[in-house]
């Protein structure tokens, strides 16, 4: 089981703060295939990659990120700080 | 010495100045700025600021205390809100405190770079007109690689 965490407009779209998902995805990325392929919903937040960021286990990382021992992804729009 | 705080409470700026100068030692120098909420469309009733607890107060810590270790820092102070705020209010500030000027004012446009694109908050705009999420600009981005 993994926590997904989704914040700003991708949470709007997916309509959720966060949820649990049982997954085997290896990768960030495969995650988010997976997801893609549940609803519309998902597919409307995940259309472009390029638009979104990723952080694993609360550390900015990338789409190709390995999920083995991960607890925590959360995927947002770039960050407005300061 | 790191101070790190992420809060939904209003702070006063000149307080948390006097507090801050109060603990150093062997400080010459120390730079503040702070980042209020601004209304460029004329139309904003509030600002809404939301972030990702946990990972908002290590990744500030961590650029805090990036900046401490590279300029040689006597301290750095970061407060930065969430929540709802009105036009004018206060979003966040950040003090710097060095031997000398160079490194205060190095630090604290440092931090601000960092923390505007690293740390993990969105801004919403609300307004007459409806809401809108502000967008990343690239030359925040940009701004990353002059460090």
Redesign the interface.
Known sequence: MIDVLYFAWVRERIGLPKEQIETQAATVADLVTELIAREDRYAAAFADLTALRVAVDQELSDFTAPLAGVREVAFFPPMTGG | MVDVRVQEAAFQAGAELEAFSARLQNAGAVVTFS?LVRDDSGQMTEMLI?H?P??TE??LTKIAEEAEDRWSLAGVVVI?RHGALRVGEQ??MVATAARHRGHAFEAAEFL?DY??????????ERGAAGDA????KDA??AALDRW
Do not use: N, Q
């Open positions: 980042g939301e990702y946990g990972m290590a990744a930065h979003i966040m601000m923390l505007k694109s690293r740390a993990p908050f969105w801004k919403k999420w502000v967008a990343a925040d981005e």
